[in-house]
């Protein structure tokens, strides 16, 4: 029962301003209590103004308060500490160098449990209840913890700023519009709040839609990868099963070619061989016919020579010197040169179709930057169809060509009264709306002409071209130039050319227009 009654004073014996125990407690007239020390350092801050509040109620006090040591509450405090226990801030975390501290707590901070904007004070959850309890401060506004409160106040007038100078985008205090700030635009910081909230909404909702435009052009590079990747690899799969059939062909004329050299080999070499047996019977049989010859030579006896010498004299014909046929040494040259001439054949015909069928990849132009073409041969491969659109045509120029020339007549045509007909400039729109990359060529005959780009805007629809801010004119005659845009004319140096390239890039940043001469 002691327990639970040392726990039920603990909230009393409590200073709010330490969070510790009372320490020579004394009660002031509204009837709260302090440790004598905490309570006099509060107001010694307060001496300057000779008014004195108390910290948790607010309310003020005319002249300070002497203050007197309580000494029941003396008594209670020094009983609770014979228990052993402590009235300590256990339920509370201290506030750490990165935390935003109570401005209140003395010794060890508390983390602030809230800032008000009104007192410029940050306040720990005992500290804060005041603010609940008391109808003094109903209009003081509660923010989240923040070590920036004094950014609110002016460092001209010490004072908080509550209003907002439109003219100077800056916030200011009440006193600032009679000097500093004299006859500018203000108002408060609560109404400016609300406008540049609802501007923020706006930004928002573009934000967004940026980010689900990007989030589909995320996507579609997406497809696009996985598009190219599959396309590739069936590629590389077809190619390396046709190269794999190439190769094994190749292999079987190869494996042909040997075994039929090969054989001519054998064919040769036993035609050869049969030839060189012959000649080495022969030959045996001279160096036989030759010893008796010599033996012959050594006989003595004229008788025996004269006749033995008609049967061993004679020499016989060789029957197969005929069939002997020497050939040059060249024998599978031929072969050779053959197989060589395939060869450049196929790499002839291989770089051939290589250069032909050289791979390309389609260009995805959504958010990846693409180098910009720099010869009219890279401007081609943007060309784009241009038709003139008659409904639009002023009363006085002809178009021909299946609607790809101009001619200004000296008279009106018989056209149609239509809304989107240019009635004051000699001017004329094309039937293709323009987008992404392109490139189109104007000639011009023995005038000027001028060559447009321009976004169809009803408001400014049948104004002179060049003169507004939606589109840009170049005007070209013989030997002069000049460049048009929201009704500022700038010459421009080029060569005597009758033929003039328009590049339109109109997805990249700033609509990208590029207009070169060309010989």
Not at 338 to 365: G, H, Y
Request: glycine residues 4%; contains cysteine.
């Amino acid at each position: 029962m002691a327990q639970q009654g040392v726990q039920l004073y603990q909230d009393s014996i409590s200073c709010s301003i330490c969070l510790d125990l009372l320490k020579n407690p004394v009660t002031i007239p509204c009837g709260h209590s302090y440790c004598m020390s905490c309570i006099n350092t509060h107001w010694d801050e307060e001496d300057e103004n000779e008014i004195y509040s108390c910290p948790q109620c607010r309310q003020t006090f005319t002249p300070k308060p002497v203050l007197m040591k309580n000494t029941m509450l003396a008594d209670l405090v020094e009983e609770l500490k014979t228990t052993g226990l402590q009235a300590s801030p256990a339920d509370h975390c201290y506030a750490g160098p990165e935390d935003v501290a109570c401005d209140v707590c003395t010794g060890r901070k508390l983390k602030a449990f809230k800032s008000c904007l009104v007192c410029l004070v940050s306040y720990c959850e005992k500290h804060l209840q005041p603010h609940y309890e008391s109808a003094a401060f109903e209009k003081h506004k509660l923010v989240e913890p923040s070590k920036k409160l004094q950014k609110n106040i002016c460092s001209h007038h010490d004072e908080v700023m509550k209003m907002f100078c439109r003219t100077d985008q800056k916030l200011i205090c009440y006193l600032c519009p009679v000097d500093k700030h004299k006859g500018h635009d203000t108002v408060s910081a609560a109404a400016e709040r609300t406008e540049k909230q609802r501007e923020l909404e706006v930004s928002r909702l573009n934000f967004q839609q940026r980010i689900q435009d990007r989030e589909k052009d995320v996507k579609l590079l997406q497809q696009e990868v996985e598009a190219v990747s599959l396309s590739a690899d069936k590629t590389v799969e077809e190619s390396e099963k046709i190269f794999t059939e190439l190769i094994h062909l190749i292999q079987e004329r190869s494996s042909d070619v040997k075994q039929q050299i090969r054989s001519q080999q054998e064919t040769e070499v036993s035609r050869v061989k049969g030839l060189q047996e012959k000649l080495q019977q022969e030959i045996t049989e001279l160096k036989r016919k030759d010893a008796e010859l010599k033996k012959l030579s050594h006989t003595e006896d004229h008788t025996q020579f004269l006749q033995n010498y008609p049967s061993v004299s004679k020499l016989s014909e060789s029957k197969d010197t005929s069939s002997i046929n020497i050939r040059p040494l060249r024998y599978f040259e031929d072969v050779t040169a053959a197989v060589s001439e395939l060869r450049d054949k196929l790499q002839d015909i291989l770089k051939e179709e290589w250069t032909n069928n050289s791979l390309t990849v389609t260009e995805v132009d959504v958010l990846l930057p693409q180098p910009e073409p720099k010869t009219r041969a890279e401007l081609l491969k943007f060309a784009s169809e241009i038709t003139l659109d008659q409904n639009t045509a002023h009363a006085r120029l002809l178009l021909e060509e299946e609607y790809t020339m101009a001619t200004l007549l000296r008279e009106d045509l018989d056209y149609s009264s239509d809304s989107d007909r240019f009635t004051g400039s000699f001017q004329v729109l094309s039937e293709e709306s323009l987008t992404g990359r392109c490139y189109w060529e104007v000639e011009k005959g023995v005038g000027g002409v001028s060559v447009v780009v321009a976004y169809k805007d009803s408001d400014t629809f049948d104004e002179r071209f060049g003169t507004n801010d939606s589109s840009w004119a170049l005007d070209f005659y013989k030997c002069r130039y000049e460049f048009r845009h929201d009704d500022i004319s700038t010459p421009v140096s080029g060569p005597n050319s009758s033929k003039v390239g328009v590049y339109l890039n109109h997805r990249a940043v700033g609509n990208t227009v590029e207009l070169c001469e060309l010989d």
